[in-house]
């Protein structure tokens, strides 16, 4: 049975449990997934919003600052070492005070920092500076999910890891849960990843995310939107983004919450405008599901190329 992990109404409640018996749940998307993590890769997922694209610059720009330090620190080193060695050094100055050095070592740092800062500071204020959403969701954590609500629309849901307790499983992959993921639009290789129901966003729309948490302290963080929030039990902070392409993102509770912290990804589907006002009427309808059936229609309506997941 799935459990619920917030105030959901019973007649919302009962047509999503008695979907998921049925085995419609997990109807697959044509949606391409496009920030995942790739098992041996390393640097940054592919950019989903302004943010993560200004995040990921700064953070190559600083790395540059910080090789070019390295390397240069490194060969001051090499060259004292070489150059004042009790071998080609046998008799050492006995000054104590270089002025000019002295001041280089005190200006150059400061012009650094002023330089590092003319960049981030903007992009730190764009990150905090909470904007009027579009769209407004809250995204409660518990142990060991997410409970989105649509603040405007009064749509509320749970989103469970597929293969979790809550869901009949036991955070293991079997073949029961990979036929599972199958039947959902995914792979193996998405386990411990994707969810039964996802955060659905329409595209170049401002997301405001209100996040919380009911029980201990989790965190909402999607990589690709360059997006991080802790959830504290009894206040609400706020994160916000503006998805420019469509497709699956995923994400994980960042922050050590319990036994299974683990098992508590996020899952956030970016459609279009016409596939997400179709997905509202359906989740008012008690079906949050995103079909493929929706995003297939609206791709060919539309004549948008849409990568198939499977």
Known sequence: MRLSIAPIAAAMTAPVASGLTAGAAFAQQALEIVGQPINGKTGFQPAGTPGASDVFWLDNMILYIITGIVILVTLLLVAVALRYNSRANPK???????????????????????????????VLFKDQEIPV?????????????????YVDEGISFDSYMIGSPSLGGDNMLTPEIEAELVAAGYT???????????????????????????????????????????????????????????????????????????????????????????????????????????????????????????
């Not at 959403?133 to 142990?143: E, L, S």
Request: charged share 15%; proline share 5%; hydrophobic share 45%.
């Open 188 to 310: 193996k290789e998405q386990f411990l990843l994707a969810t039964d129901t996802a955060l659905v966003v329409p595209v170049g729309k401002t997301i405001v995310v209100q996040v919380t948490g009911a029980d201990v302290i989790h965190s909402w963080k999607v990589p690709a939107f360059g997006v991080m929030q802790d959830g504290v039990p009894g206040r609400i902070a706020a994160l916000h983004f503006t998805p420019t392409r469509e497709g699956i993102y995923f994400g994980q509770c960042s922050e050590l919450c319990g036994q299974m912290h683990a098992y508590m990804p996020i899952t956030v589907k970016v459609v279009s405008e016409a596939a997400y006002a179709d997905w509202l009427v359906q989740a008012k309808a008690g079906d949050v599901i995103l079909s493929q059936a929706a995003t297939d229609q609206k791709a060919t309506d539309q004549k948008v190329d849409v990568a198939s997941n499977d």
């Open 92 to 122: 050492p100055a006995r000054f104590t005070h270089n002025s000019p050095l002295e001041i280089a070592w005190t200006v150059v740092p400061i012009v650094i920092l002023v330089f590092i800062g003319a960049f981030s500071l903007p």
């Open 133 to 149: 959403g579009d769209v407004t969701i809250k995204a409660t954590g518990v142990q060991w999910a997410w409970n989105y609500e």
